[in-house]
């Protein structure tokens, strides 16, 4: 099943799109996962600032308390434990019964956590998606540095930032560029590396509001390449999200996706009847009580054409859990990590949709964590 899918857009509407306020100018931001810091340490650097308060109630990531957790939930095993300075709270966040944390602006609209643990498991993700697709940030093929970029659900902005910045001894992966990360949860870095690269707490199924700094209320920002990676679990309806990339990219730019599909698979057919098969299919049939298809990137690249007047085209790349192939042996075992030590957080919600208790949770993640890396069923998804 393909996920990566690059498709050019279609011709962009006027000038007349409503007015907005101006972002911020690029935030100082660049990171290596271990550079990052607890507790939003630029707290002069806002980039919510400009954003339109009259549509959005927005609450800063470096002001504010954090809602107090309840005194009947358990601290999961994952969430104590020493600071490594590399995770940011945001002070918006509130807790379900799970004892993890979530996004508090919108709250209810996204359904995995977004606290240290799930930060860490979100650039070991990165790590993982690197390795599967061939250590690519990008695969559209541009020819020159895209202006303009956004990062759709930038999550850590771990991407967008490598994508802006620093990658390697005194070079940057596109220092012509500059990127614009958005999501529901403000746990981006502000450090004072690389001027070309900012984070907005946004919804990226509202309207589209950004302008350039440039030239401030004269014109909305019009992209030349759109980024979205593992966004399966985050909108309900995708269309909109798709259309409003199209609507505002340039003429010869570029969408990509990037994805899993949470339908394992195994060449042998060792994966019937799997615990791992079990508990996707009961995460997806949680999801689909409340409206999300968990299976959306089977369904990108016809969307894609739908959305537009261009062409599309798309590649798949195995993520295994138990392969024995040397070559995979490491990417299988950040995938596995990634599965079992992050079922708790992102699934959680999900289970209780499907109709789970609370024991029926952690018994049915418990199998997954001891059953998930049994090399015998040579278990990979598509990437």
């Known amino acids: 099943m393909d996920s990566t899918t690059d498709t050019s857009t279609i011709d962009q509407p006027g000038d007349g799109a409503k007015e907005a306020p101006l972002l911020s100018p690029p935030i100082a931001a660049a990171k290596v996962a271990s550079e990052r810091t607890i507790d939003g340490a630029a707290a002069g650097d806002d980039p919510d600032r400009g954003r339109s308060k009259d549509r959005h109630s927005m609450s800063s990531s470096h002001s504010g308390s954090i809602h107090s957790q309840p005194t009947s939930i358990l601290m999961p095993a994952e969430v104590p434990r020493e600071p490594t300075g590399s ?5 918006d966040s509130v807790f379900d019964d799970s004892g993890r944390s979530f996004h508090g602006y919108k709250e209810g609209k996204y359904f995995l956590p977004n606290d240290a643990a799930e930060q860490d498991r979100l650039d070991l993700q990165h790590a993982m998606l690197m390795m599967a697709t061939g250590g690519k940030l990008a695969h559209a093929p541009m020819d020159h540095d895209p202006e303009y970029v956004m990062d759709v659900a930038t999550g850590t902005g771990i991407w967008a930032i490598q994508f802006g910045t620093v990658t390697r001894p005194a070079a940057q992966e596109h220092p012509g560029s500059h990127v614009i990360g958005t999501d529901l949860s403000k746990i981006q870095p502000a450090l004072p590396m690389v001027q070309n690269c900012e984070f907005v707490k946004d919804d990226a199924e509202e309207e589209w509001l950004y302008r350039t700094p440039e030239t401030g209320s004269a014109g909305k920002v019009l992209f030349d390449y ?3 990676r593992m966004v399966f679990t985050c909108f309900a309806d995708n269309l909109v999200v798709m259309r409003h990339a199209f609507d505002n990219m340039r003429p010869g730019g570029w969408i990509e996706y990037c994805d899993l599909y949470i339908d ?17 299919a009961t995460f997806r049939k949680g999801m689909s009580k409340i409206g999300r298809d968990m299976l959306c990137p089977r369904n990108y690249k016809a969307w894609l054409a739908e959305s537009s007047t261009s062409k599309s085209k798309s590649t798949t790349a195995p993520s295994p859990t138990g ?10 075992q950040y995938a596995l990590v990634n599965l079992t030590e992050g079922a708790r957080g992102f699934s959680w919600k999900a289970l209780g949709f499907a ?3 609370a024991d029926e949770k952690e018994t049915l993640i418990a199998e997954l964590r001891r059953d998930a890396g049994d090399p015998s069923l040579e278990i990979f998804h598509p990437v």
Do not use: D, M
């Open 226 to 228: 759109v980024h979205l």
């Open 87 to 91: 995770t940011i709270i945001e002070p």
């Open 264 to 280: 394992p698979l195994s060449r042998t057919g060792r994966h019937e009847g799997s615990t791992v098969q079990k508990f996707w």
């Open 323 to 332: 392969r024995r192939t040397p070559s995979q042996k490491r990417l299988g």
């Open 355 to 357: 109709g789970l208790s």
